[in-house]
């Protein structure tokens, strides 16, 4: 006779793998056992709206990540009322974390007149609510490249007020201690002020938990001299809290050969940085595909699984060479990092406020952040506790020059995937009878 099993059984018997929570402690992750953790992660958003709903799916994919060498996964839009628990089970079970963006399509902060309201408080919340469970959820974002161009520092205060709000929503909900921090564009004129303003002041609550930095400095065949890293690592030295490259992967002219991963886990680098997130997980219109899920369909085909001229489901196909390439990096990079036994966390910098410069970095010092359901009016109020320098800034568009070619790739990948996304979706209201 067929045994049959009852459910509660079954699901007991699938129960996910364990895996090992992530905390930062000065300016490392480690595992809850004390292991260092170096992030080898995939951008992976393969819709707009929330790849992580499709357990079949995300099954397919996290196999396949796995024996690529990754470890993370970074989404930038989940949707807070799906349920996520089978995906993030998948990936748990691939022993892969992720790294997720709380900011929606229509809660970004924004960077020429940001404001930071309960509308988008609520809206991270939920976010954080959806994921707070899952052990495999490493972090959090509260923006991606809110500062695109040179002229727009002045939203930094909103940033950092976004990320003192989280983190106290997430204490004061007793989640686990999630760190929470900002993914930044590679801004020339901008480092290092915008890395050291997000962590100075010294009070912890105010500041972000790590802080990502999307470069396509490093464009194969490159260098650690040649290609800009030599100067990102100078600027991260004992960085105060975890920092990385939360994308990666610069593909012109291709096919990428990811040497600089070697850099960034080698002996110059991996004492201060924690890893890289190679962009991105599907091929689509902007070539930085890894995988496929079929050739590419007509741009004006729609179906279930097609948007944009991209199949966005089934069974993944690497990409050639690419994948293959960032495999046998992958596999030659086996960082062994710091016990946390024998770390001293004392030992990272307290970055001070930076000054502002007329065309370059617009705060001047540790202004008062914003509050919740603050606009921004123009100018900040100097903190009691600055001295020094001079008056506040009133400027908001400088006269900053347009920023060098080595930031553009990173604001056209992010624009030019989102634009696809929006567009489709816009197609597909307009179509729909
Ligand atoms: C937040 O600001 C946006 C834009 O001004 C507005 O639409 C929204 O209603 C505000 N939310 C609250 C709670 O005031
Ligand atoms: C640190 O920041 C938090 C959040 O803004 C605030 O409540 C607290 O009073 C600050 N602590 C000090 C010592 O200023």
């Not at 890893?275 to 595909?289: F, L, R, T």
């Not at 359901?373 to 400088?398: A, C, I, K, L």
Request: glycine letters at 8%; hydrophobic letters at 35%; aromatic letters at 12%.
């Amino acid at each position: 006779m067929k045994q049959i099993w009852p459910a509660a059984l079954v699901a007991a018997a699938t129960v996910t793998a364990a895996i090992s929570p992530i905390t930062s402690v000065g300016n490392k992750f480690f595992t809850s056992s004390g292991v260092q953790f170096f992030i080898k992660g995939i951008a992976y958003q393969l819709t707009p709206d929330d790849p992580l709903v499709d357990t079949e799916q995300c099954k397919r994919d996290a196999e396949l990540m796995k024996t690529l060498g990754a470890n993370t996964i970074r989404v930038y839009h989940v949707d807070p009322k799906a349920d996520h628990s089978g995906c993030m089970s998948e990936f748990a079970n691939a022993g892969i974390y992720a790294l997720i963006d709380m900011d929606t399509f229509n809660t970004y902060i924004l960077p020429n007149n940001p404001w930071w309201n309960q509308t988008q408080y609520h809206a991270y919340s939920a976010v954080m609510d959806a994921f707070s469970e899952f052990d495999n959820t490493l972090g959090f974002f509260v923006g991606n490249e809110i500062i695109a161009k040179p002229d727009q520092s002045m939203a930094a205060p909103f940033i950092k007020a976004a990320a003192r709000d989280m983190k106290a929503y997430r204490d004061q909900k007793k989640y686990r201690k999630i760190p929470i921090g900002y993914s930044a564009a590679d801004i020339a004129e901008l480092r290092p002020m915008l890395q050291d303003y997000l962590t100075c002041g010294g009070n912890a609550s105010e500041n972000i938990d790590f802080f990502g930095l999307n470069s396509y400095e490093w464009c194969d065949p490159s260098t650690y001299e040649s290609s800009g890293y030599r100067n990102l690592e100078s600027m991260a030295v004992d960085f105060p809290v975890p920092i990385f490259f939360s994308e990666t992967g610069c593909n012109v002219p291709g096919p990428r050969l990811f040497e600089d991963q070697a850099a960034i886990f080698g002996p110059r680098m991996v004492k201060d940085w924690s890893g890289s997130i190679i962009y991105e997980w599907i091929q689509e219109e902007n070539n930085y595909g890894l995988i496929s899920y079929g050739p590419k369909a007509d741009p004006t085909a729609t179906g279930p699984n097609v948007e944009g001229g991209f199949t966005r489901k089934g069974q993944p196909t690497p990409v050639t060479p690419d994948f293959s390439n960032l495999k046998k990096q992958w596999a030659t990079i086996t960082p062994s990092g710091v016990a946390i036994s024998d770390y001293d966390p004392s030992s990272v910098s307290t970055r001070g406020c930076p000054t502002s410069t007329p065309s370059g970095w617009l705060v001047n010092g540790n202004v008062a952040l914003p509050t919740l359901g603050e606009t921004f009016r123009g100018s900040y109020t100097p903190s009691p506790t600055v001295t020094g320098g001079s008056s506040p800034s009133n400027v908001q568009s400088g006269t900053a020059s347009a920023s060098p070619t080595k930031n553009a790739a990173s604001v056209r990948g992010e624009i030019t995937r989102m634009g696809v996304g929006l567009v489709v979706l816009m197609l597909v209201f307009t179509l729909w009878p």
